[in-house]
Each structure stands twice: as C-alpha cells, then as structure tokens.
C-alpha cells in the first residue's frame, strides 16, 4: 500500500496550493490530482449538487487505487465530507478539520476569523469543527466572493482591486480584533501578503492546505503508509477541462511547472458506477 | 405554433436579462427558461465543454415543444451557434448577431467596444460578426472577468469595489475613444449606470439582450410565430441548481418576481438522447 499514491481532487485547479505543501511535506509520494474545472466552481452551488460532484471526482481518482484521498477543496470537505466517507472505500481526509484544529491552537481562547466561499461560510462547517474542539471559542466567519475570481484573474496582492476588496470585506474582522484568521478557500494563499499587511502582523493567518498536508503526513505515519521508495515522488494531473488554462493558471498556487495534465471526458467520470478500489 | 412557447437556456441566471426584455416587447408569448446553475459558468471554459453544455440545456427545453430558442448567453452564442444550429429541429437565435448589428449601425465606422467574458472575448465571434457586416470596422475588445462575481454579490453601480473595476477595465476604452459599447455578457445591463457614467454619455450602451428580443419579434412576425392569444403571456423557470439562490439573486435581473421555478435533476439533461420536437 506505501507504493500506491495519494489522490487529491478540487473543484478546479485551487486545489494545487494544497499539492504544494504535500510536496513539501511528503516529497517521496506519489500525487494523482484530478481538478473538475468543467463545473468548476463548486462555492457557489447546493450541497446535493456540491456532494454529487464531489463523489464523481474522487471516484474517478479510485481507478489508480490511491491509499488515502484528499479533498482539497473547502466547498466540498464542507458540505460533503460525511458523504465522501460513507461512499468512498479509502481513508478521506478534507481541508476544514485540520484547519479547525490549527485555528482553535493559536487564538488561545481570542476572536478567530474563517474566511471562504458563500457556500462553505453557508455551511457552518468550520464553526461545527471549531466549537467540537472548544466550544466557547468565539467564531467570526465571512464569505469573500470576489477573492476566488481576483486570483483566477492573476491579480496580485499590490493590486488596487486586491487591497480594496480585501480591506471592504475585512474591516469586521479587525473592529473585532481577532487574533487568527483560516483561509477556508484554496484560492486565498495566493491573497495572503494582502491580507497579512491588512490586518498587521500579530494576526495568526492558518493555511488549511499546510494543515492537511501535516494531517496526511501523520495519518500516514501512524498507518505505516509512508512511502519506502527512496526516489522522489511523481506527480500526474487530470482535469475535466481546459488543460491549458489549467497548466498556465495552475502553476501559479504550485509554484512550480506542471509536466504532466490530461483531459478527461464526461462518460469516464460523470454518472460512472463506482470503480473497485483498495479495502479501507 | 404560434401557441408554443419561446424557450430560452443560459449557463444561470444572467439570460434573465435578456427575458425581461422578451416580457417586454413580446407580453403574450409563454415563455420557459433553463437555467444550467449546476455547471454556471461557462465564461471561463473552453469551446467543447460550452458546446456539449449548451447542446443538453437547449435539448432538455425540446421537450416543451417551442417554436424556437433563444440562447440568452453569450458565451454559449460566441462559442457553440454552429453546434446548436445544426443538432436543434428548431431556429436558435443567440445574442451576439443582434447586438453586432446595433453596434455596427450605430458606430458609423468610429471605433466599436465590445466587452465580455474571458471566453465570448478569446472566440473573437463578435468580432467575426461585425466584420461580416462591416469590414472596415474598429473593435475594441475587452474581458472583464470580475463584472459576474460582482453582480453575483449583489454589488450595485454606487458601490466602490464596482467603480474601481470599471475604471481599471475600460481606461483603454475611454482611451481609444470608442463610440459604442456593447455589453457582450448578459450580466452586464446590472452595471450599465455605472459603465455609462464612466465612459460619459456621448457613448452608445448596446444590450445585445434587448437587440435579440427585436430581433425575436421580426423573425416570428416574419414566419408568423406571433401568438394570437390575447392573455399576458406565462413564464415557467427551470435550473439545475439551487432554485432558491435562482429565485432570490434572479429577480434583480428580471426586474419583476420569479413566480415558478423548478429544480431539474441531471438525468433529464445530462446525456440524454436528443427528444423528439417540433419540425424545422
């Protein structure tokens, strides 16, 4: 099973600012990520649409019999979480509660802030995370719409559009003084030096990508599912659409060049009854 | 045939605004719309996953049997008028011709202005449009990809974030000295005030929305499609997500309440043999 790799899906390509710390931290594993960018975004649609779409992606990644999926995608680790877990026949671990965890660490008790998609700040899901670990901790949550489609843009943080947007949505979360804010948004990584220098630099920023990437490592450890393979590890990238944009977009949250994309069509992942995978 | 209804499909609720006009200029004809919400939007994604979208959505609406359909999105005209022409039994009228058109007369040969979604700008289709009626032409085109999401959040033209685009995005614009605009996404008439209050009000604004509902107008009296019941005409909505969102954010592009909407599940439009319709 150590040899096997792990397989990570988003609902695009923000989910590759995830992959960056798995390559870091776990730089001898193999990835296999598959980003859904024909329905791409998954923030701003129901949980019954985000469960079903969320369920085919990682299905289709059941095919390379992964020993451990990862959700890397805030909309989905908070609205199908529960789903992916009863249907999917390996470990899944999502963004939320390892971001969650980091969270209540630092803020020590003190406001913390949880930034994301209408649809994850919709679903309550890091506060239900959050209030599990410490149930007194005072939770502020906003949604930031706009950040997903400044970064899809390739606006960077000195832009005037940037710095306004991140001030308009981030003046409640400095009147109320909180000492930590998530990143619930796989975008918002590359937001990060703007919202740093906006709200000052006592202000603790929890990336839940680097979170998970610890969380997988861990989970792997106490698994015996480390790779034993001494070489460094691979990495494969499916999309379902526009694997160009993707490349070029994409290895802005990698930071590195993407070498291998493939497109994948409908009929190999959509309504596709689930494929045999490896036992849980 | 004249008692069949028009029926109109956009990537989500954006072609509201192009029914409000249709309700406008044709108030007897029945109307159904559908609404992909589950796969919105297609303005970032490339041209066969917009055609194969656009071709399920306008297919779902066969099954009302309508006397012809309107595509009320831009990105499905710029990208998909030839698949939709040819597999649909019934006319297809999409909103790109109609606002070239506008557009060209009104220019008079002075620089032109056409802006839109990443997708309908990289197609070049209104380009290509006005250029067939009028070589000569200039064309200024622009993508604005952050218009959507602001519109989607409810931001209206007083609202700074919104200010700051249109400044950043139309400078070149305001440079080149256009003498018309054309508002190339159906999102777009939601920010007309503050587009036309910066571009100044010696420049023509073409809604390519209301210039396809002309254009709907003349080709039914031509092929005499007119309804000739004399009752107000009736307006069903469908989605493939999120009815609720639809209805709420909806209403603002359709400028009156929406009274029906219905929530379709993927069986009924993914994939489904093209049903049995109305000849030619």
New interface residues.
């Given amino acids: 099973m150590s040899s096997t790799p792990i397989a990570v899906f988003d609902s695009g390509l923000g989910g590759l600012s995830v992959v960056r710390h798995l390559r870091q931290i776990l730089p001898r594993e193999d990835l296999v990520y598959f980003g859904d960018?024909?329905?791409?975004p998954y923030g701003?649609?129901?949980r019954p649409?985000v469960a079903?779409f969320a369920l085919e992606t990682a299905g289709f990644l059941l095919s390379f019999e992964p020993k451990l999926i990862v959700a890397a995608c805030n909309t989905a680790s908070a609205l199908a979480m529960d789903d992916l877990r009863r249907e999917l026949p390996v470990p899944v671990i999502g963004v939320v509660e390892p971001g969650a965890r980091a969270a209540v660490r630092l803020a020590e008790g003190d406001p913390l802030a949880v930034i994301g998609t209408e649809a994850t700040i919709g679903s309550e899901a890091y506060r239900r995370a959050i209030r599990a670990l410490a149930p007194e901790q005072p939770v502020v949550p906003k949604a930031c719409?706009?950040f997903?489609?400044?970064v899809?843009?390739g606006r960077d943080c000195n832009d005037?559009?940037v710095k306004?947007?991140v001030e308009?949505y981030l003046a409640p979360l400095r009147a109320q003084h909180v000492k930590v804010v998530v990143l619930g948004c796989t975008h918002y990584p590359l937001l990060r030096d703007a919202i740093g220098s906006y709200l000052g630099p006592e202000v603790h920023i929890v990336d839940s990508g680097r979170e998970t990437s610890l969380a997988v490592r861990q989970h792997l450890r106490e698994h015996g599912g480390l790779s034993t393979d001494g070489t460094p590890g691979s990495m494969r990238c499916y999309v379902?659409?526009?694997p160009q944009?993707f490349e070029q977009v994409g290895s802005r949250f990698l930071t590195e060049a993407i070498e291998y994309v493939e497109l994948v069509e409908?009929e190999r992942y959509?309504?596709v009854p689930r494929l045999p995978s490896t036992a849980k």
Same sequence: chains 1, 2.
């Fill in positions: 960018t024909a329905r791409v701003i649609k129901s649409t079903q719409p706009l997903v489609p400044l899809e843009e005037p559009i306004l947007t308009t379902s659409d526009n944009r409908p959509v309504n």
